[in-house]
């Protein structure tokens, strides 16, 4: 099992341009979130999808678009990157087994914008 | 905003020592959580503490919580230089999300 898996691993755009993160887990999970993570800071909830066909803003989504494709697929869109967006990326998914919203993480995102 | 508050900020100790830190939280609970993140990577979940819990041990790992202070801290006992990471609480509302503090950095020297 790879777990969570996300594409690309590093990326540097210039301001005004788009991209969007992949995220897919293959632990048949039904929730999946998008996270952001300064210097210094914990992680800052962008978006989530709590089961396949809803999304949700979490705590920071302004400038940022999400689309689960399906049980697996998470994406999440720049739609015009401004350098507020640098920053490093994290997608989890959990199962919630038992009650226990443990997530799983993948290695991240590093973005930087120009 | 964020729910937790982790305490200190950063953490130096010998090798062999034990590692303590804390974490604050604001709002009722369902479970509070402890993370790892080793420098450059994901998140790993460590360990899972529920509301009605109040001591909690996995390996060398220690959690406690006090929900009447809205507390918890996690202790590492005798520690090796690959515990050195960054270690985040995270509080469950039983709302899907979870919410991260800050972080602690722990630095473990030979």
């Known amino acids: 099992n790879a777990g969570v898996t996300q594409t690309p691993k590093f990326q540097v755009l210039k301001t005004g341009q788009s991209m969007t993160l992949q995220c897919a887990q293959d632990?048949?999970?039904?929730?999946m979130y998008w996270y952001r993570q300064d210097p210094g800071m914990g992680l800052r909830l962008i978006y989530y999808?709590?089961?396949?066909?809803?999304?949700d803003k979490g705590e920071v989504p302004n400038g940022y678009n999400v689309s689960r494709l399906n049980k697996r697929e998470f994406s999440l869109r720049l739609e015009s990157a401004a350098p507020s967006q640098t920053s490093v990326y994290f997608c989890a998914s959990s199962g919630g087994e038992g009650g226990k919203n443990i997530q799983y993480f993948g290695a991240g995102t590093r973005l930087s914008v120009l | 905003s964020q729910q937790g508050e982790e305490d200190p900020q950063a953490l130096s100790i010998q090798e062999g020592e034990n590692a303590t830190m804390n974490c604050s939280y604001k709002t009722s609970i369902n479970n509070l959580q402890w993370y790892r993140q080793n420098s450059g990577r994901g998140l790993v979940h460590l360990i899972l503490i529920r509301s009605n819990e109040r001591e909690k041990h996995s390996g060398r790992l220690r959690v406690t919580l006090d929900t009447s202070k809205k507390s918890s801290s996690l202790l590492i006992t005798a520690s090796r230089a690959a515990d050195t990471a960054s270690y985040f609480c995270?509080?469950?509302?039983?709302?899907?999300?979870?919410?991260f503090g800050a972080g602690t950095t722990v630095t473990v020297r030979a």
């Open positions: 995270a509080t469950d509302a039983n709302d899907y999300k979870l919410s």
């Open positions: 999808s709590a089961s396949e066909g809803t999304t």
């Open positions: 632990m048949n999970h039904n929730s």
